[in-house]
Protein backbone atom coordinates (compact mmCIF):
# COMPACT_ATOMS: atom_id res chain seq x y z
CA UNK A 1 0.00 0.00 0.00
CA UNK A 2 0.93 3.36 -0.46
CA UNK A 3 0.72 4.16 3.34
CA UNK A 4 -1.30 3.05 6.39
CA UNK A 5 -2.76 5.44 8.63
CA UNK A 6 -0.86 7.23 10.99
CA UNK A 7 2.42 7.46 8.32
CA UNK A 8 2.25 11.47 8.90
CA UNK A 9 4.52 12.55 10.94
CA UNK A 10 4.14 12.67 14.84
CA UNK A 11 0.68 12.45 15.89
CA UNK A 12 -1.49 15.58 16.28
CA UNK A 13 -4.43 16.07 18.62
CA UNK A 14 -7.87 16.07 16.53
CA UNK A 15 -8.87 19.39 17.73
CA UNK A 16 -7.40 20.93 15.01
CA UNK A 17 -7.08 25.02 15.11
CA UNK A 18 -6.92 24.80 10.85
CA UNK A 19 -10.50 26.37 10.13
CA UNK A 20 -10.30 28.30 6.37
CA UNK A 21 -8.38 25.80 3.97
CA UNK A 22 -7.79 26.86 0.53
CA UNK A 23 -7.32 23.90 -2.22
CA UNK A 24 -4.68 26.04 -5.40
CA UNK A 25 -5.21 23.62 -8.45
CA UNK A 26 -7.43 22.84 -11.53
CA UNK A 27 -11.08 21.38 -10.39
CA UNK A 28 -14.05 20.33 -11.72
CA UNK A 29 -15.69 20.31 -14.15
CA UNK A 30 -12.23 20.98 -16.25
CA UNK A 31 -11.46 17.42 -17.21
CA UNK A 32 -8.38 15.99 -16.26
CA UNK A 33 -7.24 13.82 -12.90
CA UNK A 34 -5.94 16.49 -10.93
CA UNK A 35 -9.31 18.41 -11.20
CA UNK A 36 -11.19 15.48 -10.06
CA UNK A 37 -8.57 14.85 -7.20
CA UNK A 38 -8.46 18.53 -5.92
CA UNK A 39 -12.82 17.97 -6.03
CA UNK A 40 -12.85 15.24 -4.04
CA UNK A 41 -9.90 15.89 -1.00
CA UNK A 42 -11.90 19.09 -1.01
CA UNK A 43 -15.42 17.67 -0.59
CA UNK A 44 -13.48 14.71 1.85
CA UNK A 45 -11.49 16.98 4.28
CA UNK A 46 -14.76 19.41 4.33
CA UNK A 47 -17.15 16.28 5.28
CA UNK A 48 -14.84 15.56 7.78
CA UNK A 49 -14.37 18.67 9.25
CA UNK A 50 -17.13 20.13 8.90
CA UNK A 51 -16.71 23.27 10.84
CA UNK A 52 -13.61 24.13 8.76
CA UNK A 53 -14.48 26.52 5.62
CA UNK A 54 -13.30 24.58 2.60
CA UNK A 55 -12.49 26.54 -0.67
CA UNK A 56 -10.75 26.26 -4.26
CA UNK A 57 -9.39 28.32 -5.91
CA UNK A 58 -8.34 26.83 -9.74
CA UNK A 59 -6.25 27.42 -12.70
CA UNK A 60 -8.30 27.53 -15.63
CA UNK A 61 -6.22 26.75 -19.26
CA UNK A 62 -9.27 28.23 -21.62
CA UNK A 63 -10.50 31.27 -22.18
CA UNK A 64 -13.36 32.42 -19.42
CA UNK A 65 -13.95 29.90 -16.90
CA UNK A 66 -15.78 26.67 -16.11
CA UNK A 67 -19.00 26.46 -15.06
CA UNK A 68 -17.29 25.51 -11.68
CA UNK A 69 -20.28 25.02 -8.10
CA UNK A 70 -20.14 27.68 -5.15
CA UNK A 71 -16.95 26.17 -3.51
CA UNK A 72 -14.67 28.17 -6.15
CA UNK A 73 -13.97 31.71 -4.82
CA UNK A 74 -11.11 32.79 -7.19
CA UNK A 75 -9.41 32.02 -10.50
CA UNK A 76 -6.18 32.27 -11.86
CA UNK A 77 -5.50 32.65 -15.68
CA UNK A 78 -2.83 29.96 -16.46
CA UNK A 79 -0.53 31.87 -18.75
CA UNK A 80 -1.13 35.49 -17.11
CA UNK A 81 1.13 36.22 -14.03
CA UNK A 82 -0.33 38.91 -12.57
CA UNK A 83 -2.77 36.72 -11.96
CA UNK A 84 -1.35 34.52 -9.85
CA UNK A 85 -0.16 37.31 -7.71
CA UNK A 86 -4.13 38.66 -7.43
CA UNK A 87 -4.70 35.24 -6.00
CA UNK A 88 -1.98 35.12 -3.44
CA UNK A 89 -3.44 38.83 -2.48
CA UNK A 90 -6.73 37.21 -2.19
CA UNK A 91 -5.70 34.63 -0.30
CA UNK A 92 -4.01 36.85 2.14
CA UNK A 93 -6.91 38.91 2.76
CA UNK A 94 -8.96 35.77 3.45
CA UNK A 95 -7.41 34.59 6.53
CA UNK A 96 -6.82 31.53 5.36
CA UNK A 97 -5.07 29.04 7.49
CA UNK A 98 -3.45 26.69 5.20
CA UNK A 99 -3.14 26.55 1.29
CA UNK A 100 -3.13 23.30 0.13
CA UNK A 101 -1.26 22.86 -3.45
CA UNK A 102 -2.00 20.29 -6.06
CA UNK A 103 0.90 20.32 -8.06
CA UNK A 104 1.61 18.89 -11.93
CA UNK A 105 4.45 20.93 -13.91
CA UNK A 106 1.92 21.04 -16.60
CA UNK A 107 -1.21 22.93 -15.19
CA UNK A 108 0.83 25.93 -14.24
CA UNK A 109 1.85 28.80 -16.53
CA UNK A 110 5.74 29.66 -17.13
CA UNK A 111 8.81 27.80 -17.67
CA UNK A 112 8.15 24.60 -15.82
CA UNK A 113 5.31 25.45 -14.20
CA UNK A 114 7.15 28.31 -12.67
CA UNK A 115 4.36 30.95 -12.56
CA UNK A 116 3.17 29.16 -9.29
CA UNK A 117 6.01 30.00 -7.33
CA UNK A 118 5.09 34.10 -7.76
CA UNK A 119 1.84 32.94 -5.95
CA UNK A 120 3.63 31.25 -2.97
CA UNK A 121 6.33 33.87 -2.76
CA UNK A 122 3.44 36.43 -1.16
CA UNK A 123 1.49 33.81 0.79
CA UNK A 124 1.45 34.41 4.50
CA UNK A 125 0.09 31.00 5.40
CA UNK A 126 1.52 27.72 5.55
CA UNK A 127 1.79 25.98 2.30
CA UNK A 128 0.96 21.67 2.07
CA UNK A 129 1.94 20.77 -1.95
CA UNK A 130 0.87 17.50 -3.06
CA UNK A 131 3.12 16.28 -5.65
CA UNK A 132 1.18 14.38 -8.42
CA UNK A 133 4.66 14.11 -10.04
CA UNK A 134 8.33 13.41 -9.10
CA UNK A 135 10.81 13.70 -11.73
CA UNK A 136 13.77 11.05 -11.60
CA UNK A 137 15.57 13.08 -14.21
CA UNK A 138 14.35 16.64 -14.07
CA UNK A 139 15.79 19.71 -16.89
CA UNK A 140 17.58 22.30 -15.51
CA UNK A 141 14.47 24.61 -15.39
CA UNK A 142 12.18 21.64 -13.65
CA UNK A 143 14.86 20.98 -11.03
CA UNK A 144 15.04 24.74 -10.50
CA UNK A 145 11.24 25.32 -9.45
CA UNK A 146 11.35 22.14 -7.83
CA UNK A 147 13.92 22.97 -5.27
CA UNK A 148 11.43 26.42 -4.89
CA UNK A 149 8.79 24.94 -4.41
CA UNK A 150 9.79 22.04 -1.52
CA UNK A 151 11.67 25.53 -0.13
CA UNK A 152 8.44 27.43 -0.31
CA UNK A 153 6.36 24.75 1.11
CA UNK A 154 5.64 23.99 4.82
CA UNK A 155 4.87 20.45 4.13
CA UNK A 156 4.81 17.93 0.87
CA UNK A 157 2.65 15.20 0.57
CA UNK A 158 3.06 12.08 -2.11
CA UNK A 159 1.39 9.04 -2.45
CA UNK A 160 4.24 6.53 -2.61
CA UNK A 161 7.20 5.52 -1.23
CA UNK A 162 8.78 5.93 -4.40
CA UNK A 163 8.20 9.32 -4.51
CA UNK A 164 9.35 10.53 -1.23
CA UNK A 165 12.99 8.30 -1.89
CA UNK A 166 13.35 10.77 -5.15
CA UNK A 167 12.30 13.71 -3.36
CA UNK A 168 15.02 13.15 -0.60
CA UNK A 169 17.70 11.85 -3.15
CA UNK A 170 17.41 13.82 -6.25
CA UNK A 171 16.06 17.19 -4.72
CA UNK A 172 17.31 16.45 -1.19
CA UNK A 173 13.98 17.64 0.60
CA UNK A 174 14.36 17.21 4.36
CA UNK A 175 12.66 13.90 5.32
CA UNK A 176 10.96 14.92 8.26
CA UNK A 177 8.91 17.23 5.72
CA UNK A 178 7.24 14.67 4.04
CA UNK A 179 4.18 12.83 4.53
CA UNK A 180 3.09 9.74 3.16
CA UNK A 181 -0.56 10.15 2.26
CA UNK A 182 -2.79 7.28 -0.01
CA UNK A 183 -5.01 8.51 -3.63
CA UNK A 184 -8.14 8.65 -1.91
CA UNK A 185 -10.70 6.74 -3.83
CA UNK A 186 -14.32 6.43 -3.21
CA UNK A 187 -15.70 3.66 -0.65
CA UNK A 188 -17.56 0.96 -2.58
CA UNK A 189 -18.96 -2.42 -1.44
CA UNK A 190 -17.11 -5.58 -2.68
CA UNK A 191 -19.36 -7.23 -5.45
CA UNK A 192 -19.54 -9.35 -7.76
CA UNK A 193 -18.61 -8.09 -11.45
CA UNK A 194 -21.69 -10.05 -12.93
CA UNK A 195 -24.18 -7.92 -11.24
CA UNK A 196 -22.90 -5.12 -12.93
CA UNK A 197 -22.77 -6.39 -16.58
CA UNK A 198 -26.19 -6.19 -17.59
CA UNK A 199 -26.35 -2.57 -17.65
CA UNK A 200 -23.85 -2.02 -20.05
CA UNK A 201 -24.80 -5.24 -22.46
CA UNK A 202 -22.09 -7.10 -21.80
CA UNK A 203 -23.90 -9.69 -19.41
CA UNK A 204 -22.28 -13.25 -19.81
CA UNK A 205 -19.13 -12.04 -21.06
CA UNK A 206 -15.18 -11.92 -19.02
CA UNK A 207 -14.83 -7.94 -19.46
CA UNK A 208 -11.55 -6.33 -19.46
CA UNK A 209 -11.00 -2.37 -18.26
CA UNK A 210 -8.78 0.30 -19.06
CA UNK A 211 -10.09 3.85 -18.25
CA UNK A 212 -9.04 6.99 -17.72
CA UNK A 213 -7.82 9.98 -20.47
CA UNK A 214 -6.72 8.72 -23.69
CA UNK A 215 -2.71 9.47 -24.64
CA UNK A 216 -0.05 7.63 -26.40
CA UNK A 217 1.35 6.85 -23.45
CA UNK A 218 -1.65 4.59 -21.89
CA UNK A 219 -0.04 1.60 -24.00
CA UNK A 220 -3.54 0.63 -24.76
CA UNK A 221 -2.71 -0.67 -28.25
CA UNK A 222 -0.28 -3.26 -26.02
CA UNK A 223 -3.59 -4.98 -24.67
CA UNK A 224 -5.54 -4.90 -28.12
CA UNK A 225 -2.49 -7.23 -29.91
CA UNK A 226 -3.21 -9.27 -27.17
CA UNK A 227 -6.89 -9.83 -27.53
CA UNK A 228 -6.29 -12.32 -30.35
CA UNK A 229 -4.36 -14.90 -28.17
CA UNK A 230 -6.67 -14.12 -25.17
CA UNK A 231 -9.70 -14.50 -27.05
CA UNK A 232 -8.52 -18.08 -28.66
CA UNK A 233 -9.05 -19.63 -25.07
CA UNK A 234 -12.01 -16.90 -23.86
CA UNK A 235 -14.04 -16.28 -26.89
CA UNK A 236 -16.44 -14.72 -24.87
CA UNK A 237 -14.12 -11.50 -23.34
CA UNK A 238 -14.74 -8.02 -23.87
CA UNK A 239 -12.56 -5.50 -23.85
CA UNK A 240 -14.27 -1.98 -22.28
CA UNK A 241 -11.76 1.10 -23.34
CA UNK A 242 -13.23 4.06 -21.65
CA UNK A 243 -12.51 7.57 -21.62
CA UNK A 244 -12.52 11.21 -23.70
CA UNK A 245 -9.21 11.86 -25.57
CA UNK A 246 -6.89 13.95 -22.94
CA UNK A 247 -7.82 18.11 -23.82
CA UNK A 248 -3.97 18.34 -24.58
CA UNK A 249 -3.54 15.41 -26.91
CA UNK A 250 -6.92 16.65 -28.79
CA UNK A 251 -4.70 20.28 -29.31
CA UNK A 252 -1.64 18.57 -29.98
CA UNK A 253 -3.07 15.98 -32.13
CA UNK A 254 -6.43 15.42 -32.55
CA UNK A 255 -8.19 12.14 -32.60
CA UNK A 256 -4.98 10.31 -33.89
CA UNK A 257 -4.44 8.05 -31.11
CA UNK A 258 -7.69 6.47 -30.73
CA UNK A 259 -8.11 6.42 -34.30
CA UNK A 260 -4.75 4.20 -34.01
CA UNK A 261 -6.50 2.08 -31.66
CA UNK A 262 -9.60 1.24 -33.73
CA UNK A 263 -7.50 0.88 -36.57
CA UNK A 264 -5.81 -2.18 -34.91
CA UNK A 265 -8.94 -3.27 -33.89
CA UNK A 266 -10.05 -3.64 -37.23
CA UNK A 267 -6.78 -5.35 -38.08
CA UNK A 268 -7.03 -8.02 -35.73
CA UNK A 269 -10.67 -8.25 -36.61
CA UNK A 270 -11.67 -7.70 -33.03
CA UNK A 271 -14.55 -5.18 -33.00
CA UNK A 272 -16.75 -7.49 -31.78
CA UNK A 273 -14.72 -7.41 -28.76
CA UNK A 274 -13.39 -3.97 -27.92
CA UNK A 275 -15.55 -1.22 -26.81
CA UNK A 276 -14.81 2.20 -26.66
CA UNK A 277 -16.75 4.76 -24.88
CA UNK A 278 -15.55 8.10 -25.92
CA UNK A 279 -16.55 9.98 -22.89
CA UNK A 280 -15.25 11.61 -19.44
CA UNK A 281 -17.35 10.20 -16.93
CA UNK A 282 -18.03 11.43 -13.32
CA UNK A 283 -18.02 9.56 -10.43
CA UNK A 284 -21.81 7.88 -10.01
CA UNK A 285 -21.37 6.41 -13.43
CA UNK A 286 -17.96 5.63 -13.33
CA UNK A 287 -17.86 2.90 -10.32
CA UNK A 288 -20.40 0.58 -12.41
CA UNK A 289 -18.12 0.63 -15.12
CA UNK A 290 -15.48 -0.57 -12.65
CA UNK A 291 -17.42 -3.68 -11.03
CA UNK A 292 -18.19 -4.84 -14.28
CA UNK A 293 -14.50 -5.81 -14.42
CA UNK A 294 -13.38 -8.79 -13.85
CA UNK A 295 -9.63 -7.89 -14.86
CA UNK A 296 -8.33 -4.05 -14.79
CA UNK A 297 -5.57 -3.41 -17.05
CA UNK A 298 -3.16 -0.68 -16.81
CA UNK A 299 -0.80 -1.22 -19.89
CA UNK A 300 1.00 2.68 -19.40
CA UNK A 301 4.23 2.89 -21.20
CA UNK A 302 6.00 5.19 -18.74
CA UNK A 303 8.16 4.26 -15.89
CA UNK A 304 8.01 7.27 -13.83
CA UNK A 305 4.39 7.55 -13.48
CA UNK A 306 4.70 7.87 -9.59
CA UNK A 307 0.45 8.29 -9.37
CA UNK A 308 -2.05 7.05 -10.85
CA UNK A 309 -6.18 7.75 -9.81
CA UNK A 310 -7.26 5.26 -12.24
CA UNK A 311 -5.48 2.04 -10.52
CA UNK A 312 -6.03 3.53 -6.85
CA UNK A 313 -9.61 3.40 -7.86
CA UNK A 314 -9.86 0.05 -9.35
CA UNK A 315 -7.60 -1.75 -6.84
CA UNK A 316 -9.67 0.09 -3.78
CA UNK A 317 -12.31 -0.97 -5.39
CA UNK A 318 -11.29 -4.86 -5.14
CA UNK A 319 -10.39 -5.56 -8.84
CA UNK A 320 -7.86 -8.11 -9.97
CA UNK A 321 -5.24 -5.93 -11.75
CA UNK A 322 -2.74 -6.36 -14.50
CA UNK A 323 -0.42 -3.56 -14.82
CA UNK A 324 2.97 -2.42 -16.60
CA UNK A 325 5.65 -1.49 -13.70
CA UNK A 326 5.56 1.83 -13.81
CA UNK A 327 6.19 3.68 -10.12
CA UNK A 328 2.61 3.73 -8.59
CA UNK A 329 1.89 -0.07 -9.81
CA UNK A 330 5.32 -1.59 -8.35
CA UNK A 331 4.52 -0.60 -5.16
CA UNK A 332 0.70 -0.65 -4.61
CA UNK A 333 0.54 -4.55 -6.49
CA UNK A 334 3.81 -5.83 -5.16
CA UNK A 335 3.47 -9.35 -3.11
CA UNK A 336 1.42 -10.64 -5.32
CA UNK A 337 -1.62 -8.17 -4.71
CA UNK A 338 -1.41 -7.47 -8.58
CA UNK A 339 0.50 -8.95 -11.52
CA UNK A 340 3.01 -7.09 -13.12
CA UNK A 341 4.38 -7.44 -17.00
CA UNK A 342 7.01 -5.77 -18.43
CA UNK A 343 6.10 -2.78 -20.82
CA UNK A 344 5.55 -2.87 -24.43
CA UNK A 345 4.47 -7.01 -24.16
CA UNK A 346 1.29 -7.96 -25.44
CA UNK A 347 2.57 -12.01 -25.43
CA UNK A 348 3.07 -11.34 -21.55
CA UNK A 349 -0.47 -9.17 -20.97
CA UNK A 350 -2.31 -12.20 -23.18
CA UNK A 351 -0.24 -14.98 -21.05
CA UNK A 352 -1.26 -13.03 -17.49
CA UNK A 353 -4.61 -12.30 -18.58
CA UNK A 354 -5.83 -16.06 -20.24
CA UNK A 355 -3.72 -17.50 -16.28
CA UNK A 356 -6.12 -15.22 -14.38
CA UNK A 357 -9.41 -15.55 -15.91
CA UNK A 358 -8.73 -19.83 -16.07
CA UNK A 359 -7.59 -19.41 -12.24
CA UNK A 360 -11.03 -17.90 -10.31
CA UNK A 361 -9.95 -19.10 -7.14
CA UNK A 362 -6.90 -16.93 -7.47
CA UNK A 363 -8.60 -14.24 -9.13
CA UNK A 364 -11.36 -13.79 -6.62
CA UNK A 365 -8.84 -13.97 -3.55
CA UNK A 366 -6.88 -11.48 -5.50
CA UNK A 367 -10.05 -9.13 -5.97
CA UNK A 368 -10.50 -9.72 -2.37
CA UNK A 369 -7.34 -9.01 -0.80
CA UNK A 370 -7.43 -5.59 -3.15
CA UNK A 371 -10.77 -4.12 -1.77
CA UNK A 372 -9.63 -5.14 1.69
CA UNK A 373 -6.62 -3.27 1.17
CA UNK A 374 -7.86 -0.51 -0.22
CA UNK A 375 -10.17 0.17 2.49
CA UNK A 376 -7.26 2.33 4.06
CA UNK A 377 -7.35 4.19 0.72
CA UNK A 378 -11.02 5.82 0.78
CA UNK A 379 -11.34 9.59 0.99
CA UNK A 380 -12.27 9.55 4.78
CA UNK A 381 -9.43 7.93 5.88
CA UNK A 382 -7.10 10.19 3.16
CA UNK A 383 -8.86 13.28 4.83
CA UNK A 384 -7.50 12.77 8.06
CA UNK A 385 -3.82 11.95 7.06
CA UNK A 386 -3.92 15.77 5.32
CA UNK A 387 -5.84 16.70 8.37
CA UNK A 388 -2.59 16.02 10.46
CA UNK A 389 -0.55 17.31 7.89
CA UNK A 390 -2.32 20.46 7.87
CA UNK A 391 -2.49 20.73 11.67
CA UNK A 392 1.75 20.09 11.53
CA UNK A 393 2.14 22.98 9.14
CA UNK A 394 0.10 25.36 10.92
CA UNK A 395 1.96 24.42 13.84
CA UNK A 396 5.17 25.11 11.88
CA UNK A 397 4.06 27.98 10.53
CA UNK A 398 3.46 29.12 13.51
CA UNK A 399 7.03 28.69 15.07
CA UNK A 400 8.78 29.80 12.43
CA UNK A 401 7.23 33.47 11.36
CA UNK A 402 7.49 34.11 7.81
CA UNK A 403 9.32 37.32 5.52
CA UNK A 404 7.06 40.11 5.28
CA UNK A 405 4.95 40.44 1.66
CA UNK A 406 7.62 42.54 0.30
CA UNK A 407 10.92 40.64 1.24
CA UNK A 408 9.34 37.54 -0.19
CA UNK A 409 8.30 39.18 -3.35
CA UNK A 410 11.98 40.18 -3.81
CA UNK A 411 13.24 36.59 -3.98
CA UNK A 412 11.28 35.55 -6.96
CA UNK A 413 12.02 35.66 -10.52
CA UNK A 414 10.43 34.52 -13.27
CA UNK A 415 12.14 32.12 -14.98
CA UNK A 416 11.29 33.71 -18.25
CA UNK A 417 12.86 36.19 -20.81
CA UNK A 418 11.80 37.43 -24.26
CA UNK A 419 14.40 34.80 -25.90
CA UNK A 420 13.16 31.62 -23.98
CA UNK A 421 10.32 29.51 -25.80
CA UNK A 422 7.82 29.01 -22.97
CA UNK A 423 6.33 25.75 -24.22
CA UNK A 424 5.79 23.96 -20.67
CA UNK A 425 5.57 20.53 -19.82
CA UNK A 426 2.40 18.63 -20.51
CA UNK A 427 2.53 15.89 -18.22
CA UNK A 428 -0.89 13.31 -19.13
CA UNK A 429 -2.43 12.94 -15.77
CA UNK A 430 -5.44 9.94 -15.01
Known amino acids: MAAKAG ?3 PDVKTDSRVRNIAFLGTYVPRKC ?3 TFTSDLLGAVAARRPQSNCFAIPVNDIDGCYPYADAVRFQIEEQNLSSYRRAAEFLNSSDVDIVSVQHEFGIFGGLAGSHLLALLSELRAPVVTTLHTVLLKPNADQRRVMHELIARSTRLA ?3 ERGRTILQDVYQAQPAKIDLIPHGIPDVPFAAPDSYKDQFGVGGKMVLLTFGLLSPNKGIENVINALPEILAEFPNVVYIVLGATHPHELIARGEAYRLHLETLVKKHQVEANVIFHNRFVELEELIPFIGAADLYITPYLDEGQITSGTLAYAF ?5 VISTPYWHAAELLRNNRGVLVPFGDPAAI ?3 ATGLLRDEPR ?5 AEAHKLGREMVWSSTARLYMRSFELARRQGAAAPRKSIAARASVYRPYESPGLNLQHLRQMTD
Not at 363 to 367: F, I, K, T, V
Open 316 to 320: GSGKA
Open 7 to 9: KVG
Open 363 to 367: RNAMC
Open 350 to 352: ARE
Open 33 to 35: GIA
Open 158 to 160: VMT
